[in-house]
Protein backbone atom coordinates (compact mmCIF):
# COMPACT_ATOMS: atom_id res chain seq x y z
CA UNK A 1 0.00 0.00 0.00
CA UNK A 2 1.33 3.39 -0.60
CA UNK A 3 2.32 5.91 1.73
CA UNK A 4 0.91 9.21 1.41
CA UNK A 5 3.65 11.93 0.54
CA UNK A 6 2.93 14.68 2.20
CA UNK A 7 4.90 17.17 0.86
CA UNK A 8 3.57 16.20 -2.80
CA UNK A 9 0.36 17.68 -1.80
CA UNK A 10 2.18 20.78 -1.33
CA UNK A 11 4.00 20.63 -4.23
CA UNK A 12 0.84 20.35 -6.47
CA UNK A 13 -0.77 23.31 -4.90
CA UNK A 14 2.49 25.28 -5.56
CA UNK A 15 2.32 24.59 -9.16
CA UNK A 16 -1.25 25.54 -9.39
CA UNK A 17 -0.65 28.93 -7.44
CA UNK A 18 2.47 29.50 -9.93
CA UNK A 19 0.31 29.37 -12.39
CA UNK A 20 -2.76 31.81 -11.46
CA UNK A 21 0.08 34.00 -10.62
CA UNK A 22 1.47 33.73 -13.42
CA UNK A 23 -2.27 34.38 -15.32
CA UNK A 24 -3.29 37.64 -12.88
CA UNK A 25 0.06 39.46 -12.62
CA UNK A 26 1.82 38.65 -15.96
CA UNK A 27 0.03 37.97 -18.80
CA UNK A 28 -0.57 41.14 -20.03
CA UNK A 29 -4.24 40.93 -20.25
CA UNK A 30 -6.50 44.45 -19.90
CA UNK A 31 -8.58 43.65 -16.89
CA UNK A 32 -6.40 45.38 -14.52
CA UNK A 33 -6.88 48.63 -16.77
CA UNK A 34 -5.22 50.55 -19.77
CA UNK A 35 -2.04 49.95 -18.88
CA UNK A 36 -2.28 46.02 -18.50
CA UNK A 37 -1.14 43.18 -16.03
CA UNK A 38 2.27 43.62 -16.50
CA UNK A 39 2.72 47.22 -16.20
CA UNK A 40 0.26 47.05 -12.60
CA UNK A 41 2.65 44.50 -11.41
CA UNK A 42 5.73 45.76 -12.78
CA UNK A 43 8.28 44.88 -10.24
CA UNK A 44 5.85 41.64 -9.44
CA UNK A 45 5.26 40.17 -13.29
CA UNK A 46 9.46 40.10 -13.70
CA UNK A 47 9.11 37.05 -11.40
CA UNK A 48 5.46 35.69 -11.83
CA UNK A 49 6.46 35.72 -15.28
CA UNK A 50 8.10 32.01 -14.54
CA UNK A 51 4.79 30.75 -13.02
CA UNK A 52 4.67 29.09 -16.65
CA UNK A 53 7.02 26.74 -14.98
CA UNK A 54 4.08 25.26 -13.03
CA UNK A 55 2.88 23.39 -15.86
CA UNK A 56 5.67 21.23 -17.02
CA UNK A 57 6.49 20.62 -12.66
CA UNK A 58 2.31 19.32 -12.80
CA UNK A 59 3.55 16.98 -15.40
CA UNK A 60 6.85 16.02 -13.74
CA UNK A 61 4.42 15.22 -10.86
CA UNK A 62 1.49 13.24 -13.05
CA UNK A 63 4.42 10.99 -14.55
CA UNK A 64 5.21 10.23 -10.52
CA UNK A 65 1.55 9.57 -9.29
CA UNK A 66 -0.10 8.16 -11.91
CA UNK A 67 2.24 5.57 -11.67
CA UNK A 68 2.23 5.23 -7.65
CA UNK A 69 -1.82 5.48 -7.85
CA UNK A 70 -1.98 2.71 -10.76
CA UNK A 71 0.60 0.20 -10.22
CA UNK A 72 -1.28 -2.95 -9.48
CA UNK A 73 -4.33 -1.92 -10.54
CA UNK A 74 -7.03 -3.79 -12.66
CA UNK A 75 -7.09 -1.67 -16.12
CA UNK A 76 -11.03 -1.13 -14.99
CA UNK A 77 -10.29 -0.05 -11.71
CA UNK A 78 -7.66 2.72 -13.59
CA UNK A 79 -10.32 4.05 -15.83
CA UNK A 80 -13.07 4.22 -12.74
CA UNK A 81 -10.66 6.07 -10.47
CA UNK A 82 -9.69 8.62 -13.20
CA UNK A 83 -12.97 9.25 -14.23
CA UNK A 84 -13.34 9.93 -10.11
CA UNK A 85 -10.90 12.30 -9.88
CA UNK A 86 -11.01 14.67 -12.80
CA UNK A 87 -14.57 15.02 -14.18
CA UNK A 88 -16.74 15.99 -11.79
CA UNK A 89 -14.87 19.24 -10.80
CA UNK A 90 -14.16 19.65 -14.88
CA UNK A 91 -18.41 19.39 -15.02
CA UNK A 92 -18.50 22.23 -12.45
CA UNK A 93 -16.15 24.43 -13.67
CA UNK A 94 -17.04 24.20 -17.91
CA UNK A 95 -20.57 24.91 -16.51
CA UNK A 96 -19.70 27.78 -14.12
CA UNK A 97 -17.55 28.86 -16.96
CA UNK A 98 -20.40 29.06 -19.78
CA UNK A 99 -22.25 30.76 -17.74
CA UNK A 100 -19.73 33.01 -17.62
CA UNK A 101 -19.00 33.75 -20.88
CA UNK A 102 -22.58 33.32 -22.28
CA UNK A 103 -24.56 35.27 -19.70
CA UNK A 104 -22.73 37.54 -17.16
CA UNK A 105 -19.52 38.53 -19.61
CA UNK A 106 -20.31 38.86 -23.01
CA UNK A 107 -18.65 39.22 -25.68
CA UNK A 108 -15.42 37.39 -24.29
CA UNK A 109 -16.85 34.55 -25.64
CA UNK A 110 -17.81 35.87 -29.08
CA UNK A 111 -16.16 32.94 -30.96
CA UNK A 112 -17.89 29.97 -29.06
CA UNK A 113 -21.12 28.59 -29.57
CA UNK A 114 -23.59 26.31 -27.42
CA UNK A 115 -22.61 23.14 -29.27
CA UNK A 116 -18.77 23.90 -28.36
CA UNK A 117 -19.93 24.44 -24.75
CA UNK A 118 -21.27 21.01 -24.54
CA UNK A 119 -18.65 19.48 -26.49
CA UNK A 120 -16.39 21.15 -24.05
CA UNK A 121 -17.86 18.68 -21.45
CA UNK A 122 -16.35 15.59 -22.72
CA UNK A 123 -12.69 17.11 -22.01
CA UNK A 124 -11.58 15.58 -25.32
CA UNK A 125 -12.53 18.76 -27.83
CA UNK A 126 -8.89 19.24 -28.58
CA UNK A 127 -8.92 16.12 -30.60
CA UNK A 128 -11.65 17.39 -32.79
CA UNK A 129 -10.34 20.67 -32.96
CA UNK A 130 -13.15 22.49 -30.72
CA UNK A 131 -11.81 25.23 -28.88
CA UNK A 132 -11.43 24.83 -24.98
CA UNK A 133 -13.89 27.58 -23.33
CA UNK A 134 -11.24 28.13 -20.79
CA UNK A 135 -7.77 28.08 -22.38
CA UNK A 136 -6.14 26.47 -19.44
CA UNK A 137 -7.86 22.84 -20.37
CA UNK A 138 -5.75 22.60 -22.78
CA UNK A 139 -3.56 20.64 -20.02
CA UNK A 140 -6.40 18.00 -19.70
CA UNK A 141 -5.89 16.75 -22.87
CA UNK A 142 -1.70 16.28 -23.11
CA UNK A 143 -2.48 14.59 -19.23
CA UNK A 144 -5.61 12.21 -21.03
CA UNK A 145 -2.65 11.13 -23.94
CA UNK A 146 -0.80 10.30 -20.68
CA UNK A 147 -2.86 8.67 -18.84
CA UNK A 148 -3.45 6.41 -22.59
CA UNK A 149 -0.48 5.28 -23.02
CA UNK A 150 -0.52 4.01 -18.74
CA UNK A 151 -4.15 2.03 -19.79
CA UNK A 152 -2.38 0.19 -22.83
CA UNK A 153 0.52 -0.82 -21.10
CA UNK A 154 -1.74 -1.97 -18.38
CA UNK A 155 -4.05 -3.96 -20.91
CA UNK A 156 -0.71 -5.32 -22.28
CA UNK A 157 0.38 -6.80 -18.65
CA UNK A 158 3.52 -4.15 -19.24
CA UNK A 159 3.64 -2.42 -16.34
CA UNK A 160 6.98 -3.80 -15.26
CA UNK A 161 10.11 -2.14 -13.77
CA UNK A 162 12.03 -3.19 -17.13
CA UNK A 163 8.95 -2.45 -19.68
CA UNK A 164 7.99 0.83 -17.99
CA UNK A 165 11.74 1.98 -18.22
CA UNK A 166 12.20 0.99 -21.55
CA UNK A 167 9.62 3.23 -22.27
CA UNK A 168 10.38 6.05 -20.36
CA UNK A 169 13.99 5.95 -22.50
CA UNK A 170 12.01 5.39 -25.91
CA UNK A 171 9.15 7.62 -25.47
CA UNK A 172 11.00 10.85 -25.68
CA UNK A 173 13.03 9.75 -28.76
CA UNK A 174 9.86 8.21 -30.98
CA UNK A 175 7.93 11.91 -30.37
CA UNK A 176 11.42 13.74 -32.23
CA UNK A 177 11.25 10.95 -34.41
CA UNK A 178 7.76 11.59 -35.47
CA UNK A 179 8.12 15.08 -35.86
CA UNK A 180 11.36 14.88 -38.08
CA UNK A 181 9.82 12.73 -39.91
CA UNK A 182 6.46 15.25 -39.98
CA UNK A 183 4.07 12.20 -38.98
CA UNK A 184 1.70 14.58 -37.65
CA UNK A 185 -0.71 11.89 -36.32
CA UNK A 186 2.09 10.02 -34.46
CA UNK A 187 3.65 13.35 -33.10
CA UNK A 188 0.74 14.40 -31.26
CA UNK A 189 0.27 10.98 -29.94
CA UNK A 190 3.88 11.07 -28.49
CA UNK A 191 4.01 14.65 -27.25
CA UNK A 192 7.31 15.46 -28.37
CA UNK A 193 7.91 18.84 -26.34
CA UNK A 194 5.86 17.03 -23.14
CA UNK A 195 6.96 13.56 -23.20
CA UNK A 196 10.15 14.03 -21.15
CA UNK A 197 8.63 15.73 -18.37
CA UNK A 198 5.99 12.85 -17.54
CA UNK A 199 8.86 9.59 -18.72
CA UNK A 200 11.12 11.63 -15.93
CA UNK A 201 8.97 11.86 -13.30
CA UNK A 202 8.40 8.04 -14.48
CA UNK A 203 11.80 7.27 -13.62
CA UNK A 204 11.73 8.65 -10.55
CA UNK A 205 8.44 6.16 -9.40
CA UNK A 206 10.72 3.61 -10.48
CA UNK A 207 13.50 4.62 -8.22
CA UNK A 208 10.94 5.73 -5.65
CA UNK A 209 9.60 1.82 -5.68
CA UNK A 210 12.18 -0.34 -6.94
CA UNK A 211 15.77 1.43 -5.98
CA UNK A 212 18.66 2.92 -6.98
CA UNK A 213 20.03 1.31 -10.26
CA UNK A 214 23.03 3.48 -12.63
CA UNK A 215 20.64 3.01 -15.44
CA UNK A 216 17.38 4.54 -14.48
CA UNK A 217 19.32 7.37 -13.33
CA UNK A 218 20.99 7.37 -17.11
CA UNK A 219 17.71 7.39 -18.41
CA UNK A 220 16.52 9.87 -15.82
CA UNK A 221 19.34 12.18 -16.44
CA UNK A 222 18.22 12.03 -20.34
CA UNK A 223 14.55 13.01 -19.76
CA UNK A 224 15.64 15.98 -17.76
CA UNK A 225 18.09 17.20 -20.18
CA UNK A 226 15.21 16.91 -23.25
CA UNK A 227 12.95 18.68 -20.46
CA UNK A 228 15.12 21.70 -20.20
CA UNK A 229 15.41 21.95 -23.33
CA UNK A 230 12.07 21.77 -25.14
CA UNK A 231 10.52 23.76 -21.89
CA UNK A 232 12.83 26.59 -22.25
CA UNK A 233 12.22 26.63 -26.76
CA UNK A 234 8.13 26.78 -25.25
CA UNK A 235 8.07 28.87 -22.53
CA UNK A 236 10.55 31.07 -23.59
CA UNK A 237 8.30 31.78 -26.88
CA UNK A 238 5.41 32.17 -24.80
CA UNK A 239 6.06 34.66 -22.23
CA UNK A 240 7.68 36.94 -25.00
CA UNK A 241 4.28 36.76 -26.80
CA UNK A 242 1.96 36.40 -23.87
CA UNK A 243 3.88 38.91 -21.12
CA UNK A 244 6.44 41.12 -23.52
CA UNK A 245 9.14 40.05 -21.73
CA UNK A 246 12.10 38.12 -23.32
CA UNK A 247 13.45 35.62 -21.58
CA UNK A 248 16.53 33.31 -23.40
CA UNK A 249 15.45 29.32 -23.48
CA UNK A 250 18.10 28.64 -21.88
CA UNK A 251 17.46 30.41 -18.51
CA UNK A 252 14.80 27.84 -18.39
CA UNK A 253 17.33 24.50 -18.37
CA UNK A 254 18.61 25.19 -14.75
CA UNK A 255 14.81 25.71 -13.08
CA UNK A 256 13.75 22.61 -14.97
CA UNK A 257 16.31 20.63 -13.46
CA UNK A 258 15.38 21.82 -9.96
CA UNK A 259 11.78 20.78 -10.58
CA UNK A 260 13.53 17.44 -11.39
CA UNK A 261 15.62 17.67 -8.07
CA UNK A 262 12.68 18.95 -5.77
CA UNK A 263 10.67 16.05 -6.55
CA UNK A 264 13.45 13.63 -6.42
CA UNK A 265 14.03 15.60 -2.85
CA UNK A 266 10.72 14.78 -1.65
CA UNK A 267 10.30 11.60 -2.99
CA UNK A 268 13.55 10.08 -2.39
CA UNK A 269 14.87 11.63 1.04
CA UNK A 270 13.74 10.91 4.48
CA UNK A 271 11.29 14.50 3.22
CA UNK A 272 8.72 11.31 2.00
CA UNK A 273 8.26 10.48 5.64
CA UNK A 274 7.04 14.17 6.62
CA UNK A 275 3.49 14.43 7.72
CA UNK A 276 2.40 17.99 7.73
CA UNK A 277 -1.03 18.80 8.98
CA UNK A 278 -3.27 20.27 6.14
CA UNK A 279 -1.02 19.12 2.96
CA UNK A 280 -3.94 16.76 2.07
CA UNK A 281 -6.32 19.67 2.13
CA UNK A 282 -3.65 21.78 -0.31
CA UNK A 283 -3.56 18.80 -2.03
CA UNK A 284 -7.09 18.39 -2.90
CA UNK A 285 -7.67 22.22 -4.00
CA UNK A 286 -5.12 21.84 -6.30
CA UNK A 287 -7.18 20.59 -9.14
CA UNK A 288 -10.16 23.04 -8.47
CA UNK A 289 -8.49 26.16 -8.21
CA UNK A 290 -6.34 25.18 -11.48
CA UNK A 291 -10.17 24.72 -13.17
CA UNK A 292 -11.69 27.65 -11.60
CA UNK A 293 -8.85 30.53 -11.62
CA UNK A 294 -8.16 31.90 -15.09
CA UNK A 295 -11.97 33.30 -16.53
CA UNK A 296 -13.89 34.25 -13.45
CA UNK A 297 -10.69 35.15 -11.70
CA UNK A 298 -10.14 37.73 -14.71
CA UNK A 299 -13.68 38.90 -14.59
CA UNK A 300 -13.51 39.65 -10.91
CA UNK A 301 -10.45 41.50 -11.51
CA UNK A 302 -12.20 43.71 -14.31
CA UNK A 303 -14.84 44.29 -11.49
CA UNK A 304 -12.86 44.85 -8.52
CA UNK A 305 -9.84 46.90 -10.40
CA UNK A 306 -11.82 49.90 -11.16
CA UNK A 307 -13.42 50.50 -6.76
CA UNK A 308 -9.73 48.62 -4.97
CA UNK A 309 -6.19 48.87 -5.05
CA UNK A 310 -4.14 46.25 -6.96
CA UNK A 311 -3.46 44.27 -4.12
CA UNK A 312 -6.75 44.12 -2.18
CA UNK A 313 -8.29 43.09 -5.78
CA UNK A 314 -5.72 40.22 -5.45
CA UNK A 315 -6.06 39.42 -2.01
CA UNK A 316 -9.95 39.28 -2.45
CA UNK A 317 -9.39 37.63 -5.99
CA UNK A 318 -7.33 35.16 -4.55
CA UNK A 319 -9.50 34.12 -1.40
CA UNK A 320 -12.47 33.78 -3.48
CA UNK A 321 -11.33 31.63 -6.07
CA UNK A 322 -9.49 29.13 -2.80
CA UNK A 323 -13.07 29.00 -1.27
CA UNK A 324 -15.02 28.16 -4.21
CA UNK A 325 -12.23 25.36 -5.09
CA UNK A 326 -13.18 24.65 -1.46
CA UNK A 327 -16.82 24.18 -2.45
CA UNK A 328 -16.04 22.20 -5.06
CA UNK A 329 -14.36 19.79 -3.03
CA UNK A 330 -16.38 19.60 -0.69
CA UNK A 331 -19.62 19.67 -2.08
CA UNK A 332 -18.91 17.82 -5.78
CA UNK A 333 -15.88 15.80 -5.46
CA UNK A 334 -15.97 14.18 -1.93
CA UNK A 335 -19.22 12.88 -2.46
CA UNK A 336 -19.52 12.39 -6.33
CA UNK A 337 -16.10 11.32 -6.97
CA UNK A 338 -16.21 8.10 -5.56
CA UNK A 339 -19.96 6.59 -6.71
CA UNK A 340 -18.92 7.87 -10.21
CA UNK A 341 -15.26 5.78 -10.09
CA UNK A 342 -17.06 2.90 -8.97
CA UNK A 343 -20.32 2.95 -11.03
CA UNK A 344 -16.82 3.24 -14.50
CA UNK A 345 -15.10 0.51 -12.47
CA UNK A 346 -18.03 -1.59 -13.00
CA UNK A 347 -19.41 -0.80 -16.47
CA UNK A 348 -15.27 -1.34 -17.75
CA UNK A 349 -15.12 -4.62 -16.41
CA UNK A 350 -18.23 -5.65 -17.40
CA UNK A 351 -16.77 -4.86 -21.09
CA UNK A 352 -13.95 -5.96 -20.48
CA UNK A 353 -15.97 -9.39 -19.67
CA UNK A 354 -18.13 -8.92 -22.85
CA UNK A 355 -15.51 -8.37 -25.07
CA UNK A 356 -13.38 -11.41 -23.70
CA UNK A 357 -16.20 -13.61 -24.08
CA UNK A 358 -16.79 -12.49 -27.69
CA UNK A 359 -13.36 -12.90 -28.48
CA UNK A 360 -13.03 -16.56 -26.96
CA UNK A 361 -16.43 -16.90 -28.94
CA UNK A 362 -14.63 -16.20 -32.20
CA UNK A 363 -11.21 -18.82 -31.62
CA UNK A 364 -11.77 -21.28 -33.88
CA UNK A 365 -12.73 -24.34 -31.73
CA UNK A 366 -9.86 -27.19 -31.41
CA UNK A 367 -10.09 -30.32 -32.20
CA UNK A 368 -11.27 -32.98 -30.24
CA UNK A 369 -9.13 -35.90 -30.45
CA UNK A 370 -10.07 -39.37 -31.26
CA UNK A 371 -8.59 -42.61 -30.09
Known amino acids: MNRRLALLDGLRLVAALMVVFYHYTAWNHSNW ?9 HGLSQVTALGNLGVPLFFVISGFVILLSSYGKRPAKFIGSRIGRLFPAYWVAVLATGVLLFFVWP ?11 AMNLTMIQSAFEVKSIDGVYWTLWVELRFYAWILVFMLLGWLTPGRVLAF ?12 AMGLTVLEDALMKQHAPLFAGGMVLFLIYRFGHSPLRWIILGLNVALSAYFTGIRLSGEVDWLVGYEIAPESYWPMVVAIFALLALITLTPAANLDVPGLAVAGALTYPVYLLHQMWGWWGIGVLAEHLPPPLTLAVVMLTVLGA ?34 GAALRPARPRRTG
Open 33 to 41: GPEGARETW
Open 107 to 117: GVGDDFTFGDW
Open 325 to 358: AYAVHRWVERPLGRPLAEAVTRGADWAGVRISAA
Open 168 to 179: AALWPAAGIFAD
